[in-house]
C-alpha cells in the first residue's frame, strides 16, 4: 500500500525545527544563582581594520559608571567548507559542562541576514527586487544564509538555496505590490520575521531597503494612510534579535541627492529665485531628516548605513572579522529581563568598538553544579563511551503564553561486561544551553541506585518538563559511575521558533514504552502541565526511539486549535492514524482517536502493536496521518512524521 499525503496547508503554523548542531532553558533546578548577559560588538583599530584576537580583559563594560565584570569573549568568523558550520565556542563558564569541552578561539557560526524590502514607491521596490537578484546571481550568494521579507508581508524563511530564493524574487518583481496603510499587518509580520532570526543559531543581521522621506510629500503627492516605514522604526525588535541593522536607501521616483530635486527640470512653468530657494531649504531639511534616521538606527544597533545591498553584504562579511560575542555578569539588581543602557569601552586608546547600546537582562535563576566526581572525570579527560547515554527534546507549542511546553528525556545504559559493584551509584548532571548566549538556562542534577531487573540491561532514565522560550538550544548530558568511574555523554538540539499569530499547531510526535515506574515518578514533581502525562500515565519517552520488536508503542500528538469552534470541528470531523513505513509500500495502519486533552488543547493517542507487525531490525519511519474532507468531499491529509528503530 502506498500513501499520498496532501498538505493542509492554511491550518498548519510550523514552529519546531530540529537542527543537527547546535545549544536553554527551563525547569525546576537548584544549586547557584546566574545572572550573564551578552552583546554583540564590533572592534577596529585606528586605521578602521576588525580586530582579532581581544581577550575579556581589553573589554570595560560600565552600567550608570559601575563596571560590570566581563567573564569571557568569543569572536566570530565566516564559515568555509574547510571550517564548516558548528564549530564550538568559547565560553568560559564555571561549573558547567559547557566549559570542560574542547573550545575553539575563533567560534565558525553561519551568519543569518534577514532582508527586509519595505513599503516604498513601485520604482524603488522594483529596483530593490533586481538588485536583490543580481547579488544572489553571485557566487559569493551561496555562504549565506538569507530570509526575505517583502513590501507586502510576504516572507521567505531561511532555509531555501539561492536558486529558490532567486525564483521567488522574480515571482515577485513580476506582481504589484499592494499598498500599505498605517494601522494595518506589516509591522506586525516584521516583528514575527526579526523574532525568527532571533533563534538562529548564529550571528544574525538585518539589511532595511526603505525609500522613508525620499521624496516631499507635496511632490509625490502622498496619502498620509500610507504607510512609510523608516529603519528607526524597526530598532527595538533587532536589538531583541542581537541583530544590527544595515540600511539602505532607495531612491524611489528619483535618486536623492543633496540638491537633486530641485536642480531636476521637474517643476513645470516659471519658478522665481525664492521658489528654487525655497525648494532648496524643504529638500535639505527632508533629506537631513532621512539621512539622521539611517544612521541613527544603524548606530542604536551596531550596525552600518551602507550604498546598495552588494555593499550591505560586503560589510557584514567584513565586520565578522571584527566582531565579539562580550558576556558579562550584571548587576544582581539588574536581573530583571528588561532592557538597561549600557556602555563599553577599550582599554587600549586606539581601538575602537561599534554596538548597541543596550542589552536584555537575564533573570536570575538556580542553576545545579557539577559534583565534584564528574567534574574531576571531565578535567581528566576520560573515555566518554563507557556508559551509553541518549538525550532528546520534545516541543509542544502554547500559543495563549507565547512559549512550548517542552519534556527533557535521557537514557543512560551500562554497558560494560562487568556488573556494577554493590556500592555503584549513578550520577547525572543535564544542563540546557541557549545557542545564542551560550549560557546556561537550566541544569538538573540527580543521583540513583542502578534499576534492578532480572534479566533485564541495567538502564536509568531521566525525564523533566520544562517551558521553552523561543531560540536555539542543545541538551547536554553527561552520567558517571560512582564506584567504577565509567563516564557517557550525549547532547540533543532543538530549536524553538517564536509563536505568534492564530494558527493550529501540532506538537512533536512522542513514542514510548508505557509509563514511569512509581520510583521514576517520585524523583519529579507532579506537573498537570507535563505534556507526557496522559489520563494518569506519566508517558515513559524513549530518547533514542528504539524498541524492541515485541513491544507496542503508544503513540501521541498534541494539538493546539487557535479557538474552542475549531477545536469541536476536529474533533467532530477529524481522524488520525498511524503508518509506519507508508513510503514503502507496505505500511500499517494504527487508528489513533483525536480527542480533548485534559487540561488545554487536543491529542490523538493510540498504541502501534509492533509484535504483530513483524519489522526486521533497523530505521523505520512512523508517520501520523490527520484527515479532513474538504468542501468538495475530497480528502486533506496533514502528515506528520518521525523516525525510530528495532533492535536486533
Request: negative net charge; glycine residues 10%; charged residues 20%.
Amino acid at each position: 500500500m502506498r500513501l499520498r499525503f496532501q498538505t493542509f496547508l492554511p491550518l498548519l503554523s510550523a514552529h519546531i525545527i530540529l537542527t543537527p548542531n547546535p545549544l536553554s532553558w527551563c525547569g525546576q533546578v537548584i544549586g547557584q544563582a546566574s545572572a550573564t548577559a551578552k552583546i554583540v560588538l564590533l572592534v577596529r583599530d585606528g586605521r578602521g581594520s576588525p580586530v582579532s584576537g581581544l581577550k575579556p580583559d581589553d573589554f570595560i563594560v560600565t552600567e550608570r559608571g559601575v563596571k560590570d565584570t566581563v567573564s569571557s569573549v568569543e569572536g566570530f568568523h565566516m564559515a568555509t567548507p574547510d571550517n564548516p558550520v558548528g564549530s564550538p565556542g568559547s565560553g568560559e563558564q564555571a561549573t558547567t559542562l559547557a566549559s570542560h569541552q574542547s573550545v575553539n578561539d575563533s567560534p565558525t557560526f553561519a551568519t543569518y541576514v534577514l532582508l527586509i524590502i519595505t513599503p516604498m514607491s513601485a520604482t524603488g521596490r522594483d529596483d530593490a527586487l533586481r538588485e536583490a537578484i543580481h547579488f544572489l546571481s553571485k557566487p559569493e550568494a551561496e555562504k549565506w544564509q538569507i530570509a526575505f521579507l517583502d513590501g507586502a508581508g510576504s516572507y521567505v524563511p531561511f532555509g531555501q538555496s539561492v536558486e529558490q530564493l532567486k525564483t521567488i524574487l522574480h515571482g515577485l518583481s513580476k506582481h504589484v505590490t499592494p499598498p500599505q496603510y498605517v494601522g494595518g499587518s506589516w509591522f506586525r509580520k516584521s516583528n514575527r520575521a526579526i523574532g525568527e532570526l532571533g533563534v538562529m543559531p548564529g550571528r544574525r543581521a538585518i539589511v532595511v531597503v526603505s525609500d522613508y522621506e525620499s521624496k516631499m510629500p507635496g511632490t509625490i503627492g502622498q496619502n498620509p494612510w500610507l504607510l512609510r516605514v523608516g529603519p528607526s522604526m524597526l530598532i527595538d525588535s533587532a536589538l531583541r534579535a542581537q541583530a544590527g541593522l544595515y540600511t539602505v536607501q532607495s531612491s524611489g521616483p528619483a535618486t536623492v541627492v543633496p540638491f537633486g530635486s530641485a536642480a531636476a527640470p521637474e517643476f513645470e512653468g516659471f519658478q522665481t529665485g525664492q521658489d528654487v530657494a525655497k525648494d532648496i531649504r524643504n529638500e535639505t531639511v527632508t533629506l537631513g531628516a532621512l539621512r539622521s534616521d539611517f544612521l541613527y538606527a544603524a548606530d542604536a544597533t551596531g550596525g552600518m548605513p551602507v550604498i546598495d545591498l552588494k555593499d550591505a553584504f560586503n560589510q557584514i562579511a567584513e565586520d565578522a572579522a571584527g566582531s565579539y560575542v562580550v558576556n558579562f555578569i550584571a548587576s544582581p539588581n539588574e536581573a530583571d529581563g528588561a532592557w538597561h543602557p549600557v556602555a563599553v569601552s577599550m582599554r587600549e586608546p586606539h581601538l575602537r568598538v561599534r554596538g548597541p547600546g543596550y542589552y536584555e537582562a537575564p533573570i536570575a535563576r538556580n542553576t545545579a553544579q557539577l559534583p565534584d566526581g564528574i567534574l574531576k572525570a571531565l578535567e581528566g579527560g576520560g573515555n566518554y563511551a563507557e556508559l551509553q547515554v541518549a538525550a532528546r527534546a520534545w516541543l509542544f507549542p502554547d500559543s495563549r503564553s507565547g512559549i512550548h511546553n517542552g519534556a527533557l528525556a535521557a537514557d543512560v545504559d551500562w554497558i560494560d561486561k562487568r556488573t556494577p559493584g554493590p556500592d555503584s551509584r549513578l550520577q547525572l548532571f543535564a544542563e540546557l544551553v541557549n545557542d545564542a548566549t551560550h549560557a546556561t538556562a537550566g541544569s538538573w542534577f540527580e543521583e540513583s541506585d542502578w534499576p534492578a531487573e532480572r534479566g533485564q540491561p541495567l538502564r536509568f532514565h531521566w525525564q523533566r518538563a520544562a517551558p521553552i522560550y523561543p531560540g536555539s538550544y542543545t541538551l547536554k548530558v553527561i552520567a558517571m559511575d560512582t564506584a567504577s568511574g565509567n563516564i557517557g555523554s550525549n547532547t540533543f538540539s532543538f530549536m524553538a521558533h517564536p509563536l505568534e499569530g492564530q494558527a493550529l499547531r501540532f506538537g512533536a510526535i512522542v513514542l514510548a514504552k508505557g509509563c514511569l515506574s512509581a520510583n521514576e515518578l517520585a524523583a519529579s514533581r507532579q506537573n498537570l502541565l507535563d505534556p507526557l502525562l496522559w489520563e494518569g500515565c506519566e508517558l515513559d519517552a524513549a530518547p533514542a526511539n528504539s524498541f524492541k520488536a515485541s513491544q507496542d508503542l503508544k503513540v501521541l500528538v498534541r494539538m493546539y486549535p487557535p479557538d474552542e469552534q475549531m477545536a469541536k470541528l476536529i474533533t467532530r470531523q477529524w481522524k488520525a492514524f498511524a503508518v509506519v513505513d507508508g513510503d514503502k509500500g507496505n505500511g500499517k495502519i494504527s487508528p489513533l482517536p483525536v480527542v480533548a486533552a485534559e487540561v488545554r488543547g487536543l491529542a490523538a493517542f493510540g498504541t502501534v502493536a509492533l509484535s504483530g507487525l513483524r519489522f526486521s531490525p533497523g530505521p523505520h519511519q512512523l508517520t501520523v496521518v490527520f484527515e479532513d474532507l474538504n468542501g468538495d468531499g475530497r480528502k486533506v491529509q496533514i502528515p506528520l512524521s518521525t523516525n525510530f528503530s528495532i533492535e536486533p
